[in-house]
């Protein structure tokens, strides 16, 4: 059993566990990149998930382990590849 984290899709800092897609710009071909984001569920901490895999459901693998406070385990990107929802991004 892996834990829901939900989307992000606001400006703001992440609350804890959430993730989010965002774009980074390095000086290699086909850029940009999307990268993705999360929080860890206990202690805020973010981190990425560029050294993870994920599969189409927003499984992540393998599980994820927080660096600050020692949380591990398996995470799953809830709404992961389902287009942004419609409606102001900014609260
Ligand atoms: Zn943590």
């Known amino acids: 059993m892996s834990m829901v984290i ?3 899709t606001h400006r ?3 609350p804890p566990g959430h993730w989010r897609a965002v774009n980074r710009i390095t000086d290699k071909p ?3 990149v999307e990268v993705l984001k999360f929080t860890c569920p206990q202690c805020g901490a ?3 998930l560029s050294d993870h895999d994920i599969d189409g459901d ?5 599980s994820v382990e927080c660096p600050e406070c020692g949380f591990h385990d398996h995470i799953e990107l809830q709404h ?3 287009p ?3 409606g102001p991004a900014d609260v």
Do not use: I, L, R, S
């Open 12 to 14: 703001t800092v992440m």
């Open 6 to 8: 939900p989307n992000w």
């Open 80 to 82: 992961y590849g389902e």
């Open 30 to 32: 086909g850029d940009p």
């Open 46 to 48: 973010e981190g990425d």
């Open 84 to 86: 942004a929802p419609a």
């Open 58 to 62: 927003g499984v992540v693998k393998p």
